[in-house]
C-alpha cells in the first residue's frame, strides 16, 4: 500500500543522496559517497532509523533512474522484513516536478512485486509505504499517486499472467481471467471460440489452436473513450500459452519457458487495463489471439500449404514459427472487423532478436516514420530500450514462396526481420509497428532492480504512454 502522509512515523525512513552532496554528518559521508545504487542503514539516537541510497552523478540522473533507486531501496527494507516505511521524495519533486511521482510507484509496486504462485506457504507481509517530504496539496498528490498504482497494476497484471504455468492458463482461462479483470473498468471484452474462428476464415490461427485438446480463443477488448476521434489503434499481442514447437520440436532445455510464449498478449492486457482505469482519451483495441502449439494427429507440418483470413496462402516451413501465423489472422481481424486505421503488434517471437538485442533491447520495425517517432516518445518516457531494425526489399524476398503467397520462414539469418516483414504483408496499408519482447520479456536473473526473477510485464508501459503522454497532468506541489 502506498500512501501521501507528511506526519506518519514509520520504522525506517527512506532519503535519496546524489554524489555530490555534502550535508551528510561526517560519520556517514567517510564510508558513504552516494554511488548509484549504494546504500547505508543509520540507527542513531531516538531519530526514525534512515537507508540512505545513492543516486550517483547529479549530471547522471534522469527521470527513469528514479524507478530503480526506488526500487532498490525498497528492496533493501524488505530484506529485514520493514512492514512500514517513509519515503523522502523532495529531492524527486525539486528536480523533476510530478512528472517523477509515477516512476516512484512503479518503483515500489515493482520493488515489491513477488508472484505469489502455488505454495502452500504463507506469503511475506504486506509493507506500507508513506510519500513524505512534499509541500502542497495532497490531494492532487494522491491523485497522481493513484493514476501510478493503477499503471502499475497494468504491469503487473501482465508479469503475473507470464508467470502463471501453462496448465493454470489455457486459452479459456487467460481469456477468463482477462474478462474477469477488465470487468472492473470502462472496457468490453469479447471472447469468440474456435466456431466463431473458423466461421470467420482465420485458418492461420485455427490450423496453429486444433493440435490442442484446449481449444483457441481470440480475445477482443474494445476500449473507445474518445467519440470525437475517428481513429482506433489495435494492440495485436500474441497469446500462445503454450508453445512445444509443434512436429519442429523444441529441445528440452527450452521447453522450461514455453509457459511464456503469450507476454504479447499479457501486455496487451496490461496496456489496455491501465489506460481505462486511468481513464485516458483514446480508442484502443486490444487483440489476443490465444492458442496451444502442441502436437497431434492432424497437427500442420512442414510443407502444408494454408490459408488466411486475408485469402493470402503461406506455406509453412517451421511449425515453431506459429505467433506470427495468429498474428496475421489477428492483424487481418483488426483490419476488417474493427476499423483499426493504426496497429501495433507485440510477441515473443524471435530467438534471433535475443542473439542480436539481448535481454535489455527489444526488437522494433515498423512501416511509418511518424507513427515510430510517436512510439519512441512513449518508450523515452517509459524507459524501456527498443532499436529499429530495417526493411528492405531483399528482406522481402526472403519469404516468398513459389508455392504459395508467403512462407512463414526466412533464411537462417535476418530471423527477426523477415519474422516481422511476414506480419507486414497482412497490415495492408496501415501504420503499423512490430515489437519483437522474446528477450525482454522475461529476465533471470533481473538486469534492473524494478525487475524480478520471471516477467518483466515488458511492453506495457510504453504502449501505455503511446496514448497517455499526449495527455500529461501538471500539478503544483
Request: proline share 3%; net charge negative; aromatic share 8%.
Amino acid at each position: 500500500m502506498i500512501y501521501v502522509d507528511n506526519s506518519k512515523k514509520c520504522d525506517f525512513n527512506i532519503v535519496f543522496i546524489l554524489k555530490e552532496e555534502d550535508n551528510l554528518p561526517s560519520h556517514i559521508s567517510s564510508i558513504f559517497r552516494g554511488e548509484y545504487l549504494e546504500s547505508i542503514p543509520v540507527i542513531s539516537g531516538k531519530d526514525i532509523p534512515v537507508l540512505y541510497v545513492g543516486l550517483g552523478e547529479e549530471v547522471k540522473f534522469t527521470i527513469t533512474r528514479i524507478k530503480e533507486a526506488v526500487a532498490f531501496g525498497i528492496k533493501q527494507l524488505k530484506k529485514y522484513k520493514i512492514t512500514s516505511a517513509s519515503l523522502d521524495i523532495s529531492m524527486f519533486l525539486d528536480k523533476c516536478g510530478a512528472e517523477c511521482i509515477s516512476e516512484i510507484v512503479l518503483g515500489i509496486k515493482l520493488g515489491l512485486y513477488e508472484f505469489k504462485g502455488y505454495s502452500t506457504s504463507k506469503s511475506s507481509g504486506e509493507c506500507h509505504v508513506y510519500l513524505q517530504g512534499y509541500s502542497g496539496d495532497e490531494v492532487k498528490l494522491t491523485h497522481e499517486v493513484n493514476h501510478g498504482i493503477n499503471l502499475a497494476q497494468g504491469v503487473i497484471l501482465a508479469r503475473d499472467l507470464v508467470n502463471t504455468p501453462a496448465n493454470m492458463l489455457t486459452p479459456h482461462i487467460m481469456a477468463e481471467k482477462i474478462r474477469e479483470l477488465l470487468k472492473e473498468v470502462n472496457v468490453q471484452v469479447e471472447v469468440y471460440d474456435e466456431k466463431y474462428i473458423m466461421d470467420t476464415g482465420m485458418e492461420a490461427f485455427h490450423t496453429v489452436g486444433r493440435s490442442s485438446g484446449n481449444p483457441p480463443r481470440l480475445i477482443v477488448m474494445r476500449y473507445l473513450n474518445d467519440p470525437l476521434s475517428g481513429e482506433i489503434t489495435a494492440l495485436v499481442g500474441k497469446g500462445v500459452t503454450c508453445d512445444t514447437g509443434g512436429y519442429c520440436l523444441k529441445s528440452s532445455n527450452s521447453m522450461a519457458g514455453i509457459k511464456g510464449d503469450m507476454g504479447g498478449g499479457a501486455a496487451v492486457a496490461g496496456a489496455v487495463y491501465a489506460l481505462a482505469k486511468n481513464n485516458i482519451k483514446a480508442n484502443v483495441v486490444g487483440i489476443i489471439p490465444a492458442c496451444e502449439n502442441r502436437i497431434a494427429n492432424d497437427s500442420y507440418i512442414p510443407g502444408d500449404v494454408i490459408g488466411s483470413m486475408s485469402g493470402k496462402t503461406i506455406e509453412i516451413l517451421n511449425t515453431d514459427a506459429e505467433g506470427r501465423l495468429i498474428l496475421a489472422d489477428a492483424v487481418t481481424y483488426a483490419i476488417k472487423k474493427e476499423n483499426a486505421s493504426k496497429i501495433i503488434d507485440i510477441a515473443t517471437l524471435t530467438g534471433s532478436v535475443v542473439n542480436a538485442l539481448g535481454f535489455s533491447t527489444a526488437g522494433l520495425l515498423t512501416n511509418n516514420d511518424k507513427f515510430f517517432c510517436d512510439f519512441k516518445n512513449a518508450y523515452k518516457k517509459s524507459g524501456e530500450l527498443y532499436w529499429r531494425l530495417p526493411i528492405n526489399d531483399e528482406y522481402r524476398n526472403m519469404i516468398k514462396s513459389t508455392i504459395a503467397d508467403v512462407k512463414n520462414m526466412g533464411k537462417s539469418h535476418c530471423g527477426t526481420i523477415t519474422a516481422a516483414l511476414f506480419i507486414e504483408s497482412f497490415v495492408e496499408d496501415r501504420p503499423w509497428i512490430h515489437l519483437d519482447i522474446a528477450g525482454t520479456a522475461w529476465v533471470e536473473p533481473p538486469l534492473y532492480e524494478y525487475q524480478s526473477p520471471g516477467a518483466t510485464g515488458a511492453g506495457v508501459t510504453s504502449m501505455y504512454y503511446l496514448f497517455a503522454e499526449k495527455q500529461e497532468r501538471k500539478i503544483s506541489l
